[in-house]
């Protein structure tokens, strides 16, 4: 389904998808506030904490909860309102929805049903921090919150230890130490990594140091420790190019003349312990001379 939209005009039916602050409620666009004024539903994360943005911008739309834990029967109550004609807005407590939040099943079934999805774009905690971490920011991966079990976590973190893109996570405070030792022992103590702590709100804090020293921060005062966090990682350094020794790439010679260029290449491996892609590599190299 194709949908475009030129004006600021409330499309009837239709789920509006609005990013709130994160905590500087001047963070709130006008079109947010016009359409959350406009729609005839907003589906909040938690409605008592939504009510007090809703107080602030005297927005007296009626307010029904939607979370991680609401059924299907929500969600169907929604789907109603959609069939009614009606449009509805999707808030989470902070930030874009979906991200990180609920939303996903609720998006699924509205577009499965045809009618229009519509993004309201405003504050997000990931870009808020990638644009000021000053790391890499032409290629990254966002993880969420990494498992609360610390075996869990540091698997996924020696899983990505050679991921060269910059690497973002969310963590709460009763795990941000922990998280960040794991990351250090799993990416190296030297890797520099920025922590990103109450973003917008009175505390903001941005600390970038290597991901040793961020773990000596953390310890050093109680307030270090507290609020939402952002950990921004730099990625992994490039590998260098390994470089044949001259008894692989005789091995790899005499192979190729009697098998196929995969098989050569992990036969070679095996036999001299370098690397099978990078014999591959060179045996493609071979070809193109022989051409």
């Not at 927005?59 to 929500?74: D, F, K, Q, W």
């Not at 991200?99 to 049903?113: E, H, K, M």
């Not at 794991?182 to 520099?192: E, I, K, L, P, S």
């Not at 260098?240 to 009697?258: F, N, V």
Request: net charge negative; glycine share 8%; proline share 4%.
């Amino acid at each position: 389904m194709t949908q475009t939209f030129t004006d600021t005009s409330i499309v009837r039916p239709a789920l509006y998808v609005v990013a709130t602050p994160i905590g500087n409620l001047g963070d709130l666009s006008q079109r947010a506030v016009d359409t959350l004024k406009g729609v005839d539903l907003i589906a909040a994360e938690d409605t008592r904490h939504s009510a007090r943005l809703m107080q602030h911008f005297a927005i007296a739309t009626r307010l029904v909860s939607y979370h991680e834990h609401s059924g299907a029967a929500r969600e169907d109550g929604i789907l109603r309102a959609l069939g009614e004609g009606k449009a509805v807005a999707l808030i989470s407590d902070a930030g874009t929805p979906l991200i990180s939040d609920p939303g996903y099943g609720l998006v699924v079934r509205v577009r499965a049903a045809s009618y229009p999805v519509v993004p309201v774009p405003g504050a997000s905690a990931i870009t808020a921090a990638i644009s000021a971490a000053g790391l890499p920011s032409d290629r990254f991966c966002f993880e969420g919150f990494p498992p609360h079990k610390a075996a869990g976590r540091r698997q996924m973190y020696e899983a990505l230890a050679d991921d060269q893109r910059t690497l973002v996570f969310y963590e709460s405070p009763h795990r941000i130490s922990d998280s960040v030792a794991d990351m250090a022992q799993a990416f190296g103590g030297d890797r520099q990594a920025v922590i990103c702590r109450e973003l917008t709100k009175t505390w903001e804090t941005i600390h970038g140091d290597s991901l040793a020293g961020l773990c000596e921060w953390l310890q050093q005062d109680d307030n270090n420790r507290r609020g939402e966090f952002v950990v921004v990682v730099h990625g992994a350094a490039k590998a260098a190019p390994q470089i044949l020794s001259a008894e692989a790439e005789r091995t790899l010679k005499i192979l190729l003349r009697e098998l196929p260029l995969k098989t050569a290449a992990a036969l070679a491996a095996e036999i001299t312990g370098n690397k099978k892609n990078a014999l591959y590599k060179r045996g493609l190299e071979l070809a193109e001379d022989a051409g």
